[in-house]
């Protein structure tokens, strides 16, 4: 069946750089979207990115896909303390359906 | 634009009682999803509908839980009787169609609490 998995929590400094991973199984899947959810709110959508691409970039944001391995990162450029949520990784397959992973939760420090 | 609306914001009710939830998507959206998040976990897929047919609900636990979407537009989430297990955080989203890249727009969600 379809998995996504991710890092549960990662830390990082004000104004550094954060890496977010996150592996599929599903190979069929179309578009891969990264999801932020900050307290008592829904998922925003942050990105996305095909399927047949390797990297998009969006102002301080750089998605980075493999797809031989099944593995997608966010990276965030410059980390705020506004930044600090949980970020979701999620799949979309043929079938229509999306497929969230757990969530890793990211805390900026000052 | 307007987005995803749902209400009530939290809820809090004893189990057995039943309870329900309402989601008015964008405007245009045709298709509509309810999840399920509960507490550290992502969102799990309850229900599908685009406009008012059901796509997919073969994760909703059909003996309890009921959705429904009449017009088209508008949808409505129950749990009857409900569970311990049942609390979670019930988020609405749309999309502006099925196929394709239509990522979906959440709505802040529902937290229901059953004691």
């Known amino acids: 069946g379809e998995d996504v998995e991710q890092s549960l929590f990662l830390s990082v400094r004000e104004g550094d750089s954060s890496v977010i991973n996150c592996t599929y199984t599903?190979?069929?899947?179309?578009?891969l979207y990264w999801y932020k959810q900050e307290p008592g709110a829904g998922l925003q959508l942050l990105t996305y990115?095909?399927?047949?691409?390797d990297m998009k970039q969006d102002q301080r944001l750089t998605v980075l896909l493999n797809k031989k391995d099944k593995h997608l990162s966010l990276r965030i450029a410059d980390t705020q303390t506004g930044d600090s949520a949980i970020y979701f990784c999620a799949e979309r397959n043929y079938g229509q359906n999306f497929v969230f992973g757990p969530g890793t939760r990211l805390s900026v420090l000052p | 634009e307007a987005g995803v609306a749902q209400s009530p914001r939290y809820k809090i009710i004893e189990k057995r009682q039943s309870v329900a939830f309402w989601c008015n998507p964008i405007s245009g959206h045709a298709t509509l999803y309810w999840y399920q998040q509960i507490l550290g976990q992502g969102p799990k897929l309850l229900i599908q509908f685009q406009n008012n047919g059901v796509v997919d609900d073969s994760q909703l636990p059909k003996d309890r839980f009921s959705a429904e979407r009449l017009k088209g537009v508008d949808s409505t989430l129950k749990i009857q009787p409900a569970k311990l297990e049942d609390s979670a955080v019930y988020l609405c989203?749309?999309?502006?169609?099925?196929?394709?890249?239509?990522?979906?727009?959440f709505g802040n969600g529902t937290r229901l609490t059953v004691t």
């Open positions: 599903d190979s069929s899947s179309t578009y």
């Open positions: 989203a749309s999309s502006l169609q099925g196929g394709d890249n239509s990522p979906l727009h």
């Open positions: 990115i095909f399927s047949n691409m």
